[in-house]
């Protein structure tokens, strides 16, 4: 992988577009440790009991909402960014198609937040509903 990444950086000559590209290896590092962070929390404590339940729903909507999901969101934004605008100045010809790779980001961009909040708030539902049969 590494030695991909850094192949991956030798093609582009414009300083914002290998930033971006280091910044978005860097968004996606972020993202795959979050995940492996995720998949750890969730493997530790194995006694099935409505605590542990309780405990797996909170941590799953605490991922999709609040600091982990925002810091993902801003760790992920600009390398893209400046990738396209680097590869924009590096390549006028194609800025057609890097205006539309621009639209399809923000609405990705979007649509993440709008999944994942939503996400969140059926976990919080969830335990809602756990709360309403324990009392």
Known sequence: VAVGAIWW???FRDPLAVTGALLTIAGVAFLFFQLRWQRRQETTGVTPSIAFYR???ERRRDFHRGKLFWSR???LTPG???FLAG???EHPEVIDTLRI????FIVLYIAAIVLNLGL???YQRRLNALDQENS
């Open 9 to 11: 950086l030798t093609m």
């Open 55 to 57: 405990a797996q729903l």
């Open 73 to 75: 969101m801003v760790a």
């Open 80 to 82: 893209p960014l400046l």
């Open 87 to 89: 590869f924009a100045r």
């Open 101 to 104: 790779e621009l639209a399809a």
């Open 120 to 122: 969140a708030a059926r």
